[in-house]
């Protein structure tokens, strides 16, 4: 997923299923739901809060007792 970040934030413009494609997700709305378990949100949120200098880190994993 970081290395999805990392495209997101060197090409601004990039389509949700490139994206995905190319860090080896076949499919694109999964791509998105890991992508929005691990960040909070959907890619084009991370690319929209990106823009604007919001800083996005990643989520602590919950633990299940």
Request: net charge negative; with cysteine; proline share 5%.
């Amino acid at each position: 997923m970081k290395a999805a970040c990392h495209i997101m934030e060197e090409k601004k413009c990039v389509r949700i299923s490139e994206l995905a494609y190319s860090v080896g997700y076949n499919d694109p709305k999964y791509f998105s739901s890991c992508f929005k378990k691990e960040f909070g949100m959907v890619p084009t949120e991370y690319i929209e809060h990106f823009a604007q200098g919001i800083i996005v880190e990643e989520e602590e994993p919950i633990e299940n007792n």
